[in-house]
């Protein structure tokens, strides 16, 4: 990449780096926060020119370098496209600068996708925070110190580092996303000038992390329009201040480049329960690899950094780009390339689809019709999978050699060489595919409780385990290796934020969800930790997703900066922060009394990204994490419109795990029926969110007459009768089946509790939750029953 290009990007990226220096100050106002930004740059980065970003991204009477030059026109226009979400005062109204003002949740702007009229509260977010972050009702107090604090931690930072990482664009990026994500971009409030209060929509909610890394991209992409549209001009140095600022309606020099990869559910589940958690794990993180192999080879032959990849998630991905003929026919050879390498791989298990739409820079104030016409052209594709591939497709190959009397223990394919792979004691027969992915699997289960993974991507066969994609080697080690380090193409730290981990001069941060608990080798090591003796599949996603971005946030609030923001805030909380919560890290859920803060959940996430996730384990970490998951997408999003809904699928660890993939889809399928925001909870029993809070606490109510044992919960015989839960079950049955309580055995059953030696709070409220007439409540009082039933067993036997 030029070099030339490379100092315009950083300018871009580092130019509003004064803000957050002039607010750290105690007299803020002694300068403008472009020279704040100037000065700082000049005495921290040291690059005259791209501390002239700081100066150059406003125009001033004083200093006109903005439109006299055309870095600082590119500068000055990437600003202000990237800004276009900032609303100015109207008539009537007052504008007034708070250096403290707290940022507001992106969320904040999502209204009811069934009543556009109905607008959420305004949330807040903490300028400095730990953890996984909340919305907040009440706007934080955000003061000179807070920021002195922020700032320091980023200088920190910024000073570990020599002179060639500060230049490298993904380091930057990675510590402007650590430092400045709930920094605001502007701290300036809009007023009611009658009724002096605060017009909540004019509220700041894109952070300066946002903002930064949008003009970057936008400055990036104005580099290679200019210079290739204009060649003669741009090598003249002549001005291209008319071209640059007055974009005549049909021209359009941008891109945004869409691509999703089909196949995925099919190639991941379609696997035999030998070696099935290593094989549905690794097929899993070989479309994560594929889907970022991809994007890099994208970025590359488009010459533009990863300030310019929008999104990545889920197995799709958009990247924006400049609207040029060397793009376009970048964009056809890689999706030529990668689908080549597919077919040769998978026989049309999967596909890339790759698409893009020209777009005015007008876009950037209302990218709503341009997210949806790329959307139509990718479903449109995938209607058309194979047209050029149909000869292919229809030709009828013998099976391999090797596969004349047995194929693929895993995939079942019979048309490759089989290999033999070693899984504990068994050897079993696999395609090659299916060994290295087997291999990526394995990886996953050494890396995963490590602090800080590392992914290493080489040109060159390395030594031990890898995968590979077309011509490159990925290998995953649990730290830094000196011996691949320096010659690898690239490093992926992977969920790591530490500056000085970043020595090699491509390192890239790569949020990852990959938690699996270290004892957890195979699905049977989870099936029998405590209780009945049952794995769990839990999948789970957004509700209304395509809603929310097509209509719930009002036409005016659609600019491509907020709907970045929204798809990077909800792919972080499914890739990043969500480690954590399955881990059962912070506030969990523990029913059973086992410590989970401390040894952590027996369930593996298969994937995770964009806003959907798959986990399977031990029945009751599912089961929990479902509601961990539930209470922290609350406050994580702020905002009661944006809902979640999932279904859990449970059975013995032999049952196929395809059969898991689609018993947990049909019961995710039934918890999106009528008003979502529900979890369907062993089968067919669905709740909406709020009364499946009621069903654990009446678990937890029923708890009061358990024992905890090592790995199960005992009736206590000196509260309640053994068979006290089995005959509350039937009872509920029974209720469902006929509509009506039969007070005799509601009363009988009632009278079998020894009162004597149960709490009388206790003895009440169970007594309020049999002698009932009320369809909702016996629903709730059936799944905690069988819940507490599942508790009780050990193993698979009743407990005595």
């Known amino acids: 990449m030029k070099d030339e290009l490379l100092t315009l990007v950083r ?23 472009t020279e704040w930004g100037y000065d700082w740059l000049k005495e921290n980065f040291k690059d005259e020119l791209v501390a002239t970003a700081a100066i150059a991204h406003h125009y001033t009477k004083d200093d006109d370098y903005a439109l006299n030059n055309n870095f600082g026109l590119i500068w000055y226009q990437a600003d202000n496209l990237a800004s276009a979400e900032r609303k100015g005062k109207e008539k009537l109204e007052e504008g007034k600068w708070h250096t403290g003002v707290a940022l507001a949740s992106p969320f904040s702007k999502i209204r009811n996708p069934n009543n556009f009229d109905e607008k ?5 977010l903490l300028l400095l925070h730990e953890g996984i972050p909340e919305a907040l009702k009440k706007e934080p107090v955000i003061t000179k110190d807070n920021y002195k604090r922020l700032l320091n931690n980023f200088e920190r930072d910024f000073n570990d580092l020599n002179v060639k990482q500060l230049h490298s664009i993904n380091l930057l990026l990675m510590l402007f996303e650590k430092h400045f994500s709930n920094v605001p971009s502007i701290t300036m409030k809009i007023y009611d000038g009658l009724k002096k209060e605060e017009i909540s929509d004019k509220h700041p909610d894109i952070s300066l992390y946002d903002h930064s890394k949008l003009t970057a991209a936008i400055a990036g992409c104005m580099y290679h329009y200019y210079s290739e549209t204009y060649q003669e001009k741009w090598n003249n140095n002549e001005l291209l201040k008319d071209e640059v600022l007055n974009v005549s309606q049909d021209t359009c020099p941008y891109l945004l480049v869409g691509g999703d990869i089909s196949g995925v559910q099919r190639f991941i589940y379609t696997i035999t329960s030998k070696g099935a958690l290593k094989s549905l794990k690794g097929r899993s993180f070989y479309l994560e690899l594929l889907a970022e192999h991809v994007v890099s080879a994208l970025l590359n032959e488009l010459h533009l950094t990863r300030c310019n990849l929008i999104f990545l998630g889920g197995g799709h991905f958009y990247i924006l780009s400049h609207n040029t003929l060397t793009a376009k026919e970048a964009i056809k050879r890689i999706k030529e390339i990668i689908n080549d390498f597919l077919f040769r791989e998978f026989k049309g298990s999967l596909k890339l689809h790759l698409e893009y739409v020209e777009f005015h820079p007008d876009t950037f104030r209302n990218a709503s019709p341009v997210w949806h016409k790329l959307s139509e052209s990718l479903e449109m594709s995938k209607k058309r999978k194979f047209w050029n591939r149909l000869e292919d497709m229809l030709r009828t190959e013998m099976p391999h050699e090797n596969c ?59 030594e031990g385990k890898f995968i ?98 929204i798809s990077k805030g909800l792919n972080n909380f499914f890739k990043y922060h969500l480690n954590n919560i399955v881990e059962g890290k912070g506030v969990a859920v523990d029913i059973g009394e086992r410590d989970v803060n401390k040894n952590g959940r027996m369930l593996s996430v298969v994937y995770s990204g964009g806003d959907d996730l798959f986990i ?73 969110w709020d009364n499946a809070v009621r069903v654990l606490d009446r678990v937890k109510l029923f708890k009061q007459f358990l024992i905890p044992k090592d790995d199960h919960l005992a009736i206590d015989e000196e509260k309640l009768p053994k068979t006290f839960f089995y005959r509350l079950l039937a009872l509920a049955r029974q209720f469902k089946d006929d509509g009506t309580l039969i007070l005799p055995k509601a009363a009988y059953l009632i009278s079998r509790a020894k009162t004597d030696k149960c709490k009388p709070e206790d003895i009440l409220e169970l007594k309020g939750v049999i002698m009932n007439n009320n369809h909702e409540e016996w629903k709730i009082t059936e799944a905690a029953a069988m819940w507490t039933l599942m508790l009780m067993r050990k193993g698979g036997e009743e407990n005595a």
């Not at 300018?11 to 926060?33: C, F, N, S, Y």
């Not at 079942?412 to 087997?438: A, H, M, N, T, W």
Request: charged share 25%.
């Open 11 to 33: 300018g871009a990226l580092l130019h509003d780096i004064g803000k957050v220096v002039q607010r750290a100050q105690d007299d803020p106002t002694a300068k403008r926060h």
């Open 120 to 124: 959420p509260s305004l949330t807040y």
């Open 404 to 462: 004349l009397i047995k194929s693929c223990e895993v995939c079942f394919r019979e048309d490759l060489p089989l290999k033999e792979l070693q899984r504990g004691d068994e050897l079993i027969s696999v395609c090659e595919p299916c060994f290295f992915q087997y291999q990526l699997g394995e990886m996953l289960t050494g890396i995963s409780k490590m602090k800080y993974p590392v992914l290493y991507k080489l040109y060159t066969e390395p």
């Open 468 to 565: 590979k994609i077309e011509n490159t080697f990925y290998q995953l080690k649990t730290g830094w290796d000196p011996s691949i380090h320096p010659n690898a193409d690239a490093v992926y730290r992977i969920n790591d934020f530490t500056a000085k981990h970043y020595s090699h001069p491509k390192s890239i941060f790569l949020p990852l969800g990959i938690y699996q608990q270290e004892k957890l080798e195979e699905l049977e090591d989870a099936s029998g930790i405590f209780g009945i003796k049952r794995i769990a599949v839990i999948r789970m996603d957004v509700d209304n997703l395509g809603k929310i971005f097509s209509m719930a946030v009002p036409e005016n609030d659609r600019t491509f900066s907020r709907m970045a923001s």
């Open 616 to 688: 399977i384990g031990h029945w009751l970490d599912v089961t929990e994490t479902a509601f961990d998951l539930y209470n922290y997408f609350k406050k994580y999003t702020g905002n009661t419109f944006i809902t979640i809904s999932g279904g859990i699928a449970i059975n013995h660890n032999k049952y196929p795990v395809y059969q898991y993939a689609r018993d947990a889809k049909e019961a995710e399928d039934m918890a999106k029926k009528g008003s979502k925001d529900a979890i369907a909870l062993f089968g067919n029993r669905v709740f909406r």
